[in-house]
């Protein structure tokens, strides 16, 4: 059976930051629990508690909770009220659609004085004779009962009628215990009957008579087999769910572990029947590397010829953890294990592998790996080839004149060279060098200044 666990409490505890010594709320409604303990060691501050929807038989281990203000246990399957004595400012009891029927036993309710709101609806004790009237005489702090108010006048004749009112309440449920005693019995044989019918029922179904029949069944692995497994399998549910059956602790657990045998019934057929993957070819029997994207992400590969390298992109998720990442950089291919999914790549040259790097992007979270080539000049040999190119226009060019007549003298036409004399003039312009190597500037700015009157005061 499932009982209340630390680990359950905890991941129930999120709003606490999973905290539990602190706890003063907690939510336990349909876990399947079939056993209430530990809560009262855990969470001793607990003021609301929900365990609604659960398999819990009994109330106990509640006592110590002090400060508990409303239990919500409906839905369960608990048959008498006990062992809340010690819940001392318990305001609101919720037992909506358990099964009790001993409902003397609310007495125990008289010590819990801050009581106020009781729910009983749909509990076999509510179709008792005088159930309203016994509750609230007994019961002298409620205030209201399967949310209906409880009236002063109502009260006061429940009061007066009480004594008569509690020997037919004793009558009754002296009645409903031996009608349960009698549901326990019929449960147990139920349960013994089907068991024996389902073991009958393969026998016959796999033909259990011969010696050799008898060694298969120990062994079975066969089609035939598992096809019966199954057809057994079919008819039990079929009748399981179309056979009438009372109400009860024990049906509604049967059903709940019927439901729960058959899940994991499933789960096994589907676990033999899920074939194992084949492992991934990556390199063919010939030595061949394929390209494989298994986890499907974006990539690049970039050529820059200016580092002579390739630069591989790949768009890694951003959060991924880089140890989930494993790369492999060989000289014909690269590969990258994105959680264990493999991403190859074959690349267009042979790279260096030990001096290849890879970083992830602080921006993108991509995965950038360098691989510099295995060929190591390639601007160098554009260089050259350039001027093995322009030498051989060259001679062309000088094969083409070996045709003409040659000439000793420079055609300016064909070739332009400085002019040296203007060069010189130019420097002239500028004045330098001493003044006596320019007599032709001198004899230009007298020449020029001729006309002018030279005014001796000036």
């Not at 033909?207 to 039990?236: K, Y």
Request: charged share 35%; glycine share 2%; net charge negative.
């Amino acid at each position: 059976f499932l009982s209340v666990t630390e680990d359950l409490v905890r991941r129930r505890a999120e709003h606490n930051n999973c905290e539990i010594f602190s706890l003063e709320e907690i939510s336990l409604h349909q876990q399947e629990i079939e056993k209430l303990e530990y809560l009262d060691k855990w969470c001793r501050d607990l003021k609301i508690l929900y365990l609604q929807n659960n398999l819990i038989p009994k109330i106990e281990n509640v006592g110590r909770l002090k400060k508990l203000e409303y239990l919500n246990i409906a839905l369960n399957n608990i048959e008498r009220i006990e062992n809340l004595e010690g819940c001392e400012e318990l305001k609101k009891l919720d037992l909506t659609a358990n099964f009790i029927g001993e409902l003397s036993s609310i007495e125990v309710l008289k010590y819990n004085i801050h009581l106020k709101e009781l729910f009983l609806v749909g509990n076999p004790c509510t179709e008792f004779e005088g159930y309203r009237q016994f509750v609230v005489a007994t019961l002298h702090q409620l205030k209201c009962l399967d949310s209906k108010e409880i009236e002063r006048s109502e009260r006061i004749r429940a009061l007066q009628s009480y004594p008569e009112v509690k020997e037919k309440i004793r009558e009754q449920e002296e009645a409903y215990l031996l009608k349960r005693a009698k549901e326990k019995e019929d449960a147990q044989r139920r349960m013994q009957e089907r068991k024996d019918k389902k073991e009958n029922q393969m026998e016959s179904k796999l033909g259990i008579d011969s010696p050799d029949a008898l060694q298969d069944i120990e062994n079975p692995q066969t089609e035939r087999e598992q096809q019966t497994w199954e057809e057994v399998a079919d008819e039990e549910d079929r009748r399981f769910w179309e056979e009438p059956t009372p109400y009860t602790p024990e049906s509604r657990l049967e059903t709940h572990r019927y439901i729960e045998e058959k899940r994991r019934a499933k789960d096994n057929i589907r676990e033999s029947k899920k074939k194992e993957k084949p492992l991934r070819t990556l390199i063919t029997t010939e030595g061949k590397a394929l390209n494989v994207n298994e986890p499907k992400l974006h990539f690049s590969l970039e050529d820059d010829e200016e580092n002579n390298q390739f630069i591989l992109d790949l768009a890694v998720y951003r959060h991924l953890d880089t140890s989930l990442l494993d790369v492999d950089v060989q000289p014909s291919y690269i590969r990258v294990l994105v959680k264990g999914k493999p991403f190859q790549l074959v690349l267009p040259e042979e790279v260096k592998p030990d001096s290849s790097s890879a970083k992830r992007s602080q921006t993108t979270g991509h995965l950038v790996v360098s691989m510099p080539k295995a060929e190591e000049i390639i601007l160098a040999k554009q260089k050259v080839s350039a001027s093995i190119k322009t030498s051989d226009s060259n001679i062309l060019q000088k094969s083409t004149r070996s045709g003409q007549v040659e000439k000793l003298e420079v055609d300016p036409s064909k070739y332009s060279f400085p002019d040296v004399t203007k060069i010189i003039q130019e420097k002239e312009r500028i004045g330098q060098g001493p003044i006596r190597l320019q007599p032709a500037k001198i004899t230009e700015t007298k020449k020029s200044y001729a006309d002018i009157e030279n005014d001796e005061d000036v």
